[in-house]
T-cell receptor, first 116, second 117 residues
Framework: AQKVTQAQTEISVVEKEDVTLDCVYE???????LFWYKQPPSGELVFLIR??????QNEISGRYSWNFQKSTSSFNFTITASQVVDSAVYFC?????????????FGKGTKLSVKP | ETGVTQTPRHLVMGMTNKKSLKCEQH?????MYWYKQSAKKPLELMFV???????ENNSVPSRFSPECPNSSHLFLHLHTLQPEDSALYLC????????????????FGDGTRLSIL
């Protein structure tokens, strides 16, 4: 069965620190997709990144970077030089393969607090 | 401005009331979703509509009734809810291939915070 584990429930850092949010997933499918979403206090989930299972290249977007390791079934997210505006709950998600419409399996989320 | 709009933002209702949550997407997507987000639980997928047809019902109690009149609008009709139904209800949309999906990013609304008295 598919499962996403975000072991860190809450993380608190001081502004400008780097922080890594962990995500470990389980799936028997060879084709799958992984996502990260950000949920600020306003409630809306904001899409950050999608990765397919055949693309293990790490990705960097500004202060955000993602490390996809199939060997350890992990898809970790690092924020460099964190800012107060990064404070939010971050969700990692796994999608089931084609034919299962829109079934995103979400982790429980990691609440990140960045203090000035 | 979000491409997915949900109304109302907050709703308080008694267990015997009937109310509806509304979701509208302005992104031209063909799939829409309802999720429930309770405290300390992962987001739970409730319903999926693809091209206005319901393709998923995740064992949701019948006191929740979805309606999708067109690909831009999605409703969740509520009737005789229980206190444990208090949660944030999130609507999302995505552009999926007709043959199946699950790999497209979903765009979410701000949610409706529902409280059952």
């Amino acid at each position: 069965a598919q499962k996403v584990t975000q072991a860190q429930t809450e993380i608190s850092v001081v502004e400008k620190e780097d922080v890594t949010l962990d995500c470990v997933y389980e799936t028997r499918d060879t084709t799958y997709y992984l996502f990260w979403y950000k949920q600020p206090p306003s409630g809306e989930l904001v899409f950050l990144i999608r990765r397919n299972s055949f693309d293990e290249q790490n990705e960097i977007s500004g202060r955000y970077s993602w490390n996809f390791q199939k060997s350890t079934s992990s898809f970790n997210f690092t924020i460099t030089a964190s800012q107060v505006v990064d404070s939010a709950v971050y969700f990692c998600a796994l999608s089931e393969p084609r034919g299962s419409q829109g079934n995103l399996i979400f982790g429980k989320g990691t609440k990140l607090s960045v203090k000035p | 401005e979000t491409g997915v709009t949900q109304t109302p933002r907050h709703l308080v209702m008694g267990m015997t009331n009937k109310k509806s949550l509304k979701c509208e997407q302005h992104l031209g997507h063909n799939a829409m979703y309802w999720y429930k987000q309770s405290a300390k639980k992962p987001l739970e997928l409730m319903f999926v509509y693809n091209f206005k047809e319901q393709t998923e019902n995740n064992s949701v109690p019948s006191r929740f009734s979805p309606e999708c009149p067109n690909s831009s609008h999605l409703f969740l009709h509520l009737h005789t809810l229980q206190p444990e139904d208090s949660a944030l209800y999130l609507c999302a949309s995505s552009q999926e291939a007709a043959a199946g999906g699950g790999n497209q990013p979903q765009h979410f609304g701000d949610g409706t915070r529902l409280s059952i008295l």
